[in-house]
Nanobody
């Protein structure tokens, strides 16, 4: 499975972006799909995930209520809708497949190239 994240850009605080994670095929044999981000000098952190079996979504406290993760089966794509963006949301965003029930990066694979999100104040 190959993943490619896209949709990043420069946006003012309060603005919105929609990230896409296109997969060569939806890896339904995996547990689900997750989004992570990494700011300069910081560790990669969990943002959101969607579980294939029941479509349950999970979010980090910092993005809960602002971000929404969804799946498009026809396009083999997972989206991350980001609203009310804040400067602290700045970073490189990655998508990856979940091997099992975890939000730790170690439990994810097939990492795609990230997409840069920059939120100006």
């Amino acid at each position: 499975v190959q993943l490619q994240a896209s949709g990043g850009g420069l946006v003012q605080a309060g603005g919105s972006l929609r990230l896409s994670c296109a997969a060569s095929e939806l890896p339904l044999s995996s547990y689900g799909m997750g989004w992570f981000r990494q700011a300069p000098g910081r560790e990669r952190e969990f943002v959101a995930r969607i579980i294939w079996s029941n479509m349950i979504t999970t979010y980090s406290d910092s993005v809960l209520g602002r971000f929404t993760v969804s799946r498009d089966n026809v396009r083999n794509t997972v989206y991350l809708q980001m609203n009310n963006l804040k400067p602290e949301d700045t970073g490189v965003y990655f998508c990856a497949t979940a091997r099992y029930n975890t939000i730790k990066p170690q439990g994810y694979g097939n990492w795609g190239q990230g997409t840069q999100v920059t939120v100006s104040s």
